[in-house]
């Protein structure tokens, strides 16, 4: 099976513009997570949806929000951009419902950098 | 809010050495997982533990899992050049409902050929 995808791998934007991160589960898993990476914060929970719906949402201003398609694929954006926003944005396909026992599969990311 | 904190945050090691990773919960986990990041790459899942007291082996990797589900172990045998990267514990709300999982800062390992 294919991995998980993602798409820009990079991005370069400057402040106060928006973006919008794109993530292709591995065929068959209908939950996607999305992460944030940076060195000094570490891996941060952004939020995660299955079926369409946001199951559960980090500690994240509402700036970033996303979505999930009926293909499971899912998008997110980032408005109102900060430099504080460059970091790798990581998603993760999971076979299970977020019940949390459930192993994450990582696309290689999308480095965002702001400027 | 619930955090997961791992020490030490870096270890260098000479090849043949071994080399143990701990990871500490603030509140009981439901279970916990061990991701490894190579340089430059994204987290790759290792192994998930869900029993108290569980001792798993993949080859030269032991993942222990505490008695009271709120720490959790690595232990690399004779590292390799190849185990260089840095090595992820996370584990979800004990709540359980959640697909949410909260990572560890993680522990960088360096391997001297």
């Known amino acids: 099976k294919a991995g998980v995808t993602q798409t820009p791998r990079y991005l370069i934007k400057t402040r106060g513009q928006q973006v919008t991160l794109s993530c292709s589960p591995i065929s068959g898993h209908r939950s996607v997570s999305w992460y944030q990476q940076t060195p000094g914060q570490g891996l941060q929970f952004l939020f995660e949806?299955?079926?369409?719906?946001?199951?559960n949402k980090g500690n994240f201003p509402g700036r970033f929000s996303g979505r999930q398609f009926s293909n499971s694929r899912s998008e997110m954006n980032v408005s109102t951009l900060e430099l504080g926003d460059s970091a790798l944005y990581l998603c993760?396909?999971?076979?299970?419902?977020?019940?949390?026992?459930?192993?994450?599969?990582f696309g290689p990311g999308t480095r965002l950098t702001v400027t | 809010g619930q955090q997961v904190m791992q020490i030490p945050q870096y270890q260098h090691v000479q090849e043949g050495e071994d080399f143990t990773t701990y990871c500490n919960s603030s509140?009981?986990?439901?279970?916990i997982q061990w991701y490894k990041q190579r340089p430059g790459g994204h987290p790759v899942f290792l192994i998930q533990l869900v029993k108290s007291g569980e001792v798993k082996k993949q080859k030269r990797l032991t993942f222990q899992f505490g008695e009271a589900k709120k720490n959790s172990s690595l232990h690399i045998t004779a590292t390799q050049t190849t185990d260089v990267g840095t090595y992820f514990c996370?584990?979800?709300?004990?709540?359980?409902?959640?697909?949410?999982?909260?990572f560890g800062q993680g522990t960088t390992l360096q391997v001297k050929p």
């Open positions: 949806y299955f079926s369409e719906t946001q199951r």
């Open positions: 993760a396909s999971s076979p299970r419902v977020g019940d949390g026992a459930s192993e994450q599969y």
């Open positions: 996370a584990g979800p709300p004990y709540s359980g409902n959640t697909g949410k999982l909260i």
């Open positions: 509140t009981t986990l439901s279970n």
